[in-house]
């Protein structure tokens, strides 16, 4: 990350919209945006499958593995605009193939942590999961606020966008899906 270039940027963008970026007030304000920058950021360039490497291959489990409600934020590539909210991820492991559960919480951040959009962002999750343990399958769900639809546009806050990607097992079985969708706590009154 060329945090020097941001920070040239944000010079620009502050002298841009009309305000002087040398007042006492803005001084530090490009070289904080551009370490905000390269923390919230951090994903860009990684490799989320890379996190998942404990796999435990001696446990017998064939049942609906699901983390709910892991954190998330990331920034909207058409805005720039931060949206957050929260993944539910849920696996069914097969030839007793399963990782560390922090290892699915980090390949939430990873992915989450560049430009991106929503959609993609569910996806990635499930490919990341079906690519690396090879499952019996995998849901995601993600419900976020998007920041560029709150404060801007049409100006609607607390709208949740919920997205999911379903592969394997929960695509082929209605019960199971319907199960993994009661776990997480759907359909919701």
Do not use: W
Not at 77 to 101: D, M
Not at 115 to 142: C, D, F, H, W, Y
């Amino acid at each position: 990350m060329d945090k020097e270039k941001i920070r040239k940027a944000v010079r620009d963008i502050l002298e841009a919209i009309g305000d002087d970026p040398d007042r006492e007030g803005l001084r530090e304000t490009p070289r904080r945006v551009a370490d905000m920058y390269e923390e919230i950021l951090f994903g860009m360039n990684r490799n989320a499958e890379e996190e998942i490497k404990v796999v435990f291959e001696e446990e017998e489990h064939d049942e609906i593995i699901l983390l709910k409600n892991i954190p998330l934020y990331s920034v909207c590539e058409h805005h720039l605009v931060p949206f957050l909210g929260k993944a539910h991820v849920a696996y069914i492991p097969s030839e007793n193939r399963i990782t560390g559960l922090s290892k699915i919480a980090r390949v939430v951040d990873i992915l989450s942590r560049k430009l991106q959009v929503q959609e993609r962002l569910t996806t990635q999750i499930a490919s990341a999961i079906m690519n690396k343990l090879n499952p019996k399958g995998v849901l995601v769900v993600i419900e976020a606020e998007h920041l560029c639809m709150s404060m801007r546009g049409v100006k609607k806050p607390g709208t949740v966008t919920t997205t999911s990607a379903v592969k394997g097992i929960f695509r082929t079985s209605q019960k199971t899906r319907s199960e993994a969708l009661a776990l997480i706590g759907y359909p919701r009154g």
